[in-house]
T-cell receptor, first 117, second 116 residues
Framework: NAGVTQTPKFQVLKTGQSMTLQCAQDMNHEYMSWYRQDPGMGLRLIHYSVGAGITDQGEVPNGYNVSRSTTEDFPLRLLSAAPSQTSVYFC????????????????FGPGTRLTVL | AQKITQTQPGMFVQEKEAVTLDCTYDTSDPSYGLFWYKQPSSGEMIFLIYQGSYDQQNATEGRYSLNFQKARKSANLVISASQLGDSAMYFCAMREYNTNAGKSTFGDGTTLTVKP
């Protein structure tokens, strides 16, 4: 199993450009989420999905869109990049959102380091 | 109010000694899970240990144990016999199953440095 994969690993954008961060998992997990991590801080939830066709907003959704057409893929789209979106982006997946056991843990991708100039 | 509070931005420990990393949480949901993750300088997030709100016993995983005090809403991570490879950032996180659709909230982390 590849687990959770993210592409690209690094990206530099100019202000106003758009792009899509790709995320895929091969564990048949229902729950997927996107986080951003700013320097010296914890992870903040951007968007999440509890299954194919279902998405919802997290703590910091502005400027980002998501879609979930398949169980495996959960891309994150930056609509018009701003310097404030410079961050490391993590995608994560878990078996469920309410299994109430250690199998509930989220598995993280390696992250995408995004710089917006 | 912050849902997850990690009050120690940085901690130092001597190799082979034990260290406790603090985590307090705030929730009114009776059904929740608490997680600890390790983030080494390479950047990946590594799951360490889990504690469920209904679990009667403290979780243990090898050298990691979780000191769960439900009434005080604390979930401290104890690392025994520290190793140089334990130097990393450690995050406490909570998933609330009833009131928050299973979304996770993370603390700001504690940077642990193990001294030889």
């Amino acid at each position: 199993n590849a687990g959770v994969t993210q592409t690209p690993k690094f990206q530099v954008l100019k202000t106003g450009q758009s792009m899509t961060l790709q995320c895929a998992q091969d564990m048949n997990h229902e729950y997927m989420s996107w986080y951003r991590q700013d320097p010296g801080m914890g992870l903040r939830l951007i968007h999440y999905s509890v299954g194919a066709g279902i998405t919802d907003q997290g703590e910091v959704p502005n400027g980002y869109n998501v879609s979930r057409s398949t169980t495996e893929d959960f891309p994150l789209r930056l609509l018009s990049a701003a310097p404030s979106q410079t961050s490391v982006y993590f995608c994560a997946s878990s078996r469920t959102s309410g299994g109430h056991s250690s199998t509930d843990t989220q598995y993280f991708g390696p992250g995408t380091r995004l710089t917006v100039l | 109010a912050q849902k997850i509070t990690q009050t120690q931005p940085g901690m130092f420990v001597q190799e082979k000694e034990a260290v406790t990393l603090d985590c307090t949480y705030d929730t009114s949901d009776p059904s929740y899970g608490l997680f600890w993750y390790k983030q080494p300088s390479s950047g990946e997030m590594i799951f360490l240990i889990y504690q469920g709100s209904y679990d009667q016993q403290n979780a243990t995983e090898g050298r990691y144990s979780l000191n769960f005090q439900k009434a005080r809403k604390s979930a401290n991570l104890v690392i025994s016999a520290s190793q140089l490879g334990d130097s990393a950032m450690y995050f406490c996180a909570m998933r609330e199953y009833n009131t928050n659709a299973g979304k996770s909230t993370f603390g700001d982390g504690t940077t642990l440095t193990v001294k030889p």
